[in-house]
């Protein structure tokens, strides 16, 4: 008879780093497995995912695959994917191809706030795409540039036509006292 023991016949378990509730990390963490916070981590990670359980707390830099956060997280998230449902700090970075969302108050209406924060969703831009686009808006905005002096070199300027304005009047006035002084000399005076 042959006896098996019950838990080698369990699945195993899948890997993951895990930080623990009441447990500070601080520093540089890198992993092959999936990352889960449920404690505080303040530093820097990387690994293929990030799930910051609601008792979590992640600040500093973070660069994964997929970023799930139910807690607090602050700093610098740069991720493919990345479902929000927590809280994010001020002055967070945010950079994903694509963000989910979704809020749900404690209790009553909710309330979201953003302070001074940058939130870049979709892809990156290839180089020469970046290039080629900020080169067609140099363009568009040096033809604008050069309609405006079209337009302004087109029309006098006021000085233009106050001196205008002073030599018709001066060419008037001594034509004026001309006209006065001379004389009519096309038809004979009577005698």
Same mark, same amino acid.
């Given at each position: 008879?042959?006896?098996?023991?019950?838990?080698?016949?369990?699945?195993?378990?899948?890997?993951?780093?895990?930080?623990?509730?009441?447990?500070?990390?601080?520093?540089?963490?890198?992993?092959?497995?999936?990352?889960?916070?449920?404690?505080?981590?303040?530093?820097?990670?990387?690994?293929?995912?990030?799930?910051?359980?609601?008792?979590?707390?992640?600040?500093?830099?973070?660069?994964?695959?997929?970023?799930?956060?139910?807690?607090?997280?602050? =700093?610098?998230? &740069?991720?493919?994917?990345?479902?929000? $449902?927590?809280?994010?700090? +001020?002055?967070?970075? /945010?950079? !994903?191809?694509?963000?989910?969302?979704?809020?749900?108050?404690?209790?009553?209406?909710?309330?979201?706030?953003?302070?001074?924060?940058?939130?870049?969703?979709?892809?990156?831009?290839?180089?020469?795409?970046?290039?080629?686009?900020?080169?067609?808006?140099?363009?568009?905005? =040096?033809?604008? &540039?050069?309609?405006?002096?079209?337009? $302004?070199?087109?029309?006098? +300027?006021?000085?233009? /036509?106050? !001196?205008?304005?002073?030599?018709?009047?001066?060419?008037?006035?001594?034509?004026?006292?001309?006209?006065?002084?001379?004389?009519?000399?096309?038809?004979?005076?009577?005698?």
């Amino acid at each position: 008879m042959t006896v098996t023991n019950p838990t080698r016949m369990a699945q195993p378990a899948t890997k993951q780093t895990l930080i623990e509730d009441d447990t500070e990390f601080k520093g540089k963490l890198s992993s092959k497995c999936p990352v889960v916070v449920k404690g505080s981590v303040d530093g820097e990670i990387a690994g293929p995912s990030l799930h910051v359980s609601s008792t979590g707390t992640v600040v500093g830099h973070v660069k994964v695959t997929e970023l799930r956060s139910e807690g607090t997280i602050g =700093g610098e998230f &740069d991720a493919d994917t990345i479902h929000l $449902a927590g809280t994010v700090k +001020s002055n967070t970075v /945010i950079k !994903a191809r694509s963000l989910e969302v979704r809020l749900t108050p404690q209790s009553g209406r909710l309330q979201v706030t953003f302070g001074e924060c940058e939130l870049a969703v979709g892809e990156v831009p290839s180089k020469e795409n970046a290039v080629s686009g900020a080169t067609q808006k140099e363009k568009e905005a =040096g033809k604008k &540039d050069k309609e405006k002096e079209k337009e $302004a070199s087109a029309q006098p +300027s006021a000085q233009e /036509i106050d !001196a205008a304005t002073d030599i018709r009047e001066a060419a008037e006035g001594e034509g004026g006292k001309r006209g006065r002084n001379r004389r009519d000399t096309s038809s004979p005076t009577p005698a």
